[in-house]
């Protein structure tokens, strides 16, 4: 099967979706000025120190069969591996193979786990390679169930789990001394309070922050060493993990209060004193208690973000801008409906407030604009006890928690789910939008695909397909009346990974919210008119992140270079050329440096010098 899997002809059998992952990107070796930018700002390539099994067991530099026959006697894996020799194209073949005879999602989940846990290149070629559909497995919605059931999937430690046991500067930054990569620029925390819209998952939560790093590294080229997962364990309050025999984590109820403020205040001390005053840390699904008051507590004094706020309320601000080349109103002239009045329900109608003050209201006329609903039902100036925040948003009306009756009197052009309540959006808010506007906009932003306001199917099938739909998970394309939807995937994916890159590689101090509406701006300036106009689509397609996050990067340094928060220097002229140079590419790459190692060393050892050969089957 296998060998008939490594011919090429069943290669393109199988039609593997078209490389789309980055190749090095080499100048022209014409170009003296280009060269001599990419020698200055390509990372120099050193031979490794591990040799022999200690390197097949490093996945940062593992290539398995790929490994040359040079290769193998100079590092001293002759002999450790099947003799025959593999292109990385046959590899990642024969993993996609096995992916795709996998039965289920979670078992793919596992195949991708363990490749990345063998060989890092191997992983980000094949994960770059088939984005639409592997993203689904290693990210959302995959990712949830994998969260759930990690006690019984778990194999080999990523990341780095600080409890609440550890609550000490000196403790934590011993604990991240012990990550074998020195040069961490970034890093993804949770304290796995709200692991997407699947509740407290405690210590289970971990394959967040993994699985969000990965998309640094596939969506943007940030390089899988300058990153670290981080779990932050203060227990759990769920009672099925507290009982669960093989929950990985602390077996206790959380930790709140001033205990917990220390334990964050202290690792946030800790990250910087170990890795530097600009590491970047982005938070990532904390429960709604504490997300925007960590976030208003270090936003002007660390490079920190928070994605379920910010990069949501990014994504979605690029899906409205998008959508009023449609509905050829401005944002400032619709009204929107939230169902949730969470982290992400409010970052996101905050950064519509600040697009419609740009489009000239008043802060205090957007927000009339905004109608919030929570679990108690409609923001109104009636309740008690409202946050700052949310009083902004507080309207005039009679309380109600009915979604319906509100869409009946506001007549909003858009709502917007973010309440982990699946079906939220029944046929009769679907019908009422689609009564109401020419193209009602639907956003279903809750994840997993289990937890959203309603499918893609029935936003199309209750509007007759004028819906300009979008939602967190990603949905299957629908087919009404012969005519073919596409549904795009509003999901901060489409902004965190080019943010980080712009952030490490131009080593951004500050990341202010300006920095996200830039974003979201450039996302909506990427959706094509055929994609609006053909396919409903008012998100860029999957596998065009990767270039949309070099765009974001490179807007943002400008920026950044402008008001002083960008502290790379000399600053680069030509900030598109530089970071190509410096990104992560899916290539293997040559292991050994032959103008420092070749011949002196060989001299030295006396190893054969093979002659080099292409790699290919006929090696067998
Ligand atoms: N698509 C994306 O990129 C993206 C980004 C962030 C969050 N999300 C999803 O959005 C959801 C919410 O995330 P969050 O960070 O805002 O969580 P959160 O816990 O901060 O907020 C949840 C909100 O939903 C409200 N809610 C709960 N039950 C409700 C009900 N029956 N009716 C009305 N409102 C109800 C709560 O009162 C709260 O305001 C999650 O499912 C999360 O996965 C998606
Ligand atoms: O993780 C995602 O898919 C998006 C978002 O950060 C979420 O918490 O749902
Ligand atoms: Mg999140």
């Not at 927000?367 to 946050?387: H, V």
């Not at 990427?526 to 949309?548: A, C, F, G």
Request: aromatic share 8%; charged share 25%; proline share 5%.
């Amino acid at each position: 099967m296998i060998r008939r899997a490594l011919d090429c002809g069943s290669l393109r059998s199988l039609s593997l979706s078209p490389v789309c992952g980055v190749r090095p990107n080499l100048p022209d070796p014409e170009d003296e000025k280009a060269m001599e930018l990419y020698k200055l700002y390509r990372p120099e390539r050193i031979t490794p120190a591990k040799r022999g099994i200690e390197l097949l067991k490093s996945p940062g530099l593992n290539k398995g069969m790929a490994f040359s026959l040079f290769e193998r006697q100079y590092l001293g894996i002759h002999g450790l591996l099947p003799p025959a020799f593999m292109t990385e194209e046959q590899q990642a073949y024969r993993i996609m193979l096995r992916i795709r005879e996998a039965p289920n999602d979670l078992a793919r989940y596992g195949i991708l786990d363990a490749l990345q846990d063998r060989n890092e290149k191997l992983f980000y070629r094949v994960l770059c390679d088939n984005i639409k559909e592997l993203m689904p497995i290693v990210y959302t919605p995959t990712v949830g169930q994998a969260c759930q059931q990690f006690g019984s999937i778990y194999k080999n430690p990523k990341g780095i789990y600080i409890t609440i046991n550890d609550n000490s500067i000196s403790k934590i930054t011993q604990i991240l001394s012990h990550w074998p990569h020195q040069d961490v620029k970034a890093i993804v925390v949770t304290d796995g309070e709200r692991i997407l819209g699947l509740g407290d998952l405690g210590c289970y939560g971990i394959g967040i922050p993994v699985g969000k790093l990965a998309l640094y590294v596939a969506l943007a080229g940030v390089h899988p060493e300058w990153c670290l997962p981080v779990l932050i364990d203060v227990g759990t309050d769920n009672q099925a993990l507290l009982n669960d025999p093989m929950y990985t984590g602390l077996r206790r109820n959380r930790v709140r209060g001033k205990e917990y403020d220390r334990l964050i205040d202290n690792f946030m001390k800790a990250v910087t004193k170990r890795f530097g005053m600009d590491t970047l840390i982005q938070f990532e699904d904390f429960g709604n208690a504490n997300a925007y008051r960590l976030l208003d507590r270090y936003q002007q004094k660390y490079c920190m973000f928070n994605d379920d706020i910010q990069g949501t309320a990014s994504v979605v601000v690029a899906g409205l801008l998008a959508s009023t080349r449609v509905t050829k109103k401005k944002l400032s002239q619709e009204k929107f409906v939230f169902l949730g009045a969470g982290g992400a329900a409010t970052g996101v109608a905050e950064m519509c407030v600040g697009q419609m003050v740009t489009e000239g209201l008043t802060e205090q006329e957007a927000c009339e604009r905004i109608f919030m609903i929570d679990i108690d039902g409609l923001i109104t100036k009636k309740r008690a006890n409202l946050s700052e925040r949310h009083q902004k948003f507080a309207k005039d009306l009679p309380d109600t928690r009915n979604l319906l009756e509100v869409v009946k009197t506001v007549k909003p052009g858009a709502i917007i789910g973010a309440s982990t309540v699946a079906g939220a959006f029944t046929e009769e808010v679907i019908r009422e939008m689609a009564a109401n506007n020419a193209r009602p906009i639907i956003f279903a932003l809750s994840n997993p695909t289990s937890k959203a306001e309603c499918t893609a199917e029935a936003a199309y099938k209750y509007t007759n397909g004028t819906a300009l739909f979008a939602s967190g998970s990603p949905f299957a394309n629908v087919e009404l009346n012969g005519k073919l939807f596409k549904p795009g995937q509003g999901n901060n994916a489409y902004i965190f990974p080019g943010v980080a890159l712009g952030v490490v590689l131009f080593k951004i101090r500050h990341i202010d919210n300006e920095l996200f509406l830039m974003a979201a701006r450039k996302v909506a300036e990427s959706v094509t008119e055929k994609s609006m106009n053909t396919y409903s689509r008012i998100y860029p397609r999957l596998k065009d992140i990767r270039e949309l996050s070099i765009k974001i990067a490179v807007e943002i340094a400008e920026h950044c270079y402008r008001n002083g928060t960008a502290t790379l220097y000399p600053e680069p002229e030509d900030k598109e050329q530089f970071i190509r140079y410096q990104v992560h590419t899916v290539d293997y790459e040559e292991l050994i440096n032959r103008s420092y190692d070749w011949p002196a060393k060989d001299k030295q050892h006396g190893f054969p010098i093979p002659v080099m050969k292409r790699h290919s089957m006929d090696d067998e």
